[in-house]
């Protein structure tokens, strides 16, 4: 069997994979081998992508992905929805040390923490059939550590880059430039767009799932709150968060949203899952579109050129107009509430790091608390809050 080229990982999506797995073409070791040197290629080195923060042992990978090529030979009937699939997860979802992955968040301090158990959606990819390859750079703390920090950035893993970008990032064009890979899921979707995985898992208080995906040229989904549980991950606010997935094709997003829930929502779903909805019409859907001149980023955080308004705004009444001709119904302009109107009590986040400090941090860790963060911080300023901070 083959082992993909270059060329493939940035092209392949898992509904393909599976395919030339049944052919012969492909195989589940063979993928996982090459996306291991594709990581040290470019992620560190190379292109310099910075997207995985921490690797997955090799020896693990390519021993789970051979029992993996061994059960499909053997033609198991109850393979996962997942079976094989390299997943990439942000470095915000607890993982056990079993797995040999740090839990930070991107944050020195964090990484003193011992974490005592996978976060609930971690132990559902495992049994979906998921590879974990590795987790992912973010926005450190998810992008709550302070003001005026930037996407993808964390003291632990740097700055993770667009692939889609040559350079750096031009922060003169507003914190979300076009060169900003966007965040505070940056890595996951790099990983993903880069050929480093083929799903990507992020969590999303306010845009941090769908914002880095779509500047990857991914799709993905930020899920209903509370279909899939938070536990386990770092939170912004309880009343927000959630776990979401991000793939280079529907049918991966929709088979890793379901590989996501608990077996009594699953239980709801019709045969087929959510994949039997890929096949859907747009007949009688209403589809809301706001007016793009009402909701564009404030100039802080991105200053358009006219050219860049433009495309975006025929982009934008083309999909309105193609929507319409597929069946549905449009309605334009949907009035929504603004960012202003809506309130987010700030002890949300502090009761949320708790959750997670409780709920999975080792009681023997030093690191038990926000006040023992921050304390951190100042005694490790040089490193936890550099001057470009």
Known sequence: MAT????????????EFRIRIENGELSIAGLISAIIQHVKQQNKDGLRLRAVLYPAP????????????????????????????????????????????????????????????????VERLLAAGAIIIGKSNLSEFCAYKGEGLIDGYSPVGGQTKSPYIRGDINLDEGDLSPSSPGGSS?????????????VG????????????ASRQALFALKPTLGLITAEGCWRVAASCDTPGAMARSVRDVALATEAMLDESTRAKLPEGGYGSFLNAS????????????????????????????????????????????????VVYPVSLPSYKELEVNAFENVQAAQDFFDGYVDAKSKIRSLADVIQYNKDHADQSLPKSE
């Open 186 to 198: 940056t890595g996951s979707a790099v990983s993903v767009s880069a050929g480093f995985s083929l």
């Open 58 to 121: 090799e020896d693990v990978l390519v021993e789970q992905a051979k029992q993996q090529d061994a059960q499909h030979r053997e033609g198991r009937a109850a393979l996962g929805l997942l079976h094989g699939i390299p997943v990439v997860l942000k470095d915000c979802i607890a993982t056990a040390p079993a797995l040999g992955m740090k839990t930070s968040a991107g944050s020195y301090a964090l990484q003193e923490a011992k974490i005592a158990a996978n976060a609930p959606i």
């Open 201 to 212: 898992i992020g969590t999303e208080n306010d845009g941090s799932i769908v914002q880095p």
């Open 4 to 15: 993909p080229s270059t060329q493939e990982l940035l092209a392949l999506d898992a509904g």
């Open 282 to 329: 747009f007949d009688g859907m209403r589809i809301g579109f706001v007016d793009p001149a009402l909701w564009r980023f404030p100039p802080d955080l991105w200053v358009p050129s006219d050219d860049a308004k433009e495309q975006h705004d025929k982009a934008y009444r083309s999909a309105m107009k193609r929507v319409e001709e597929l069946g549905a119904k």
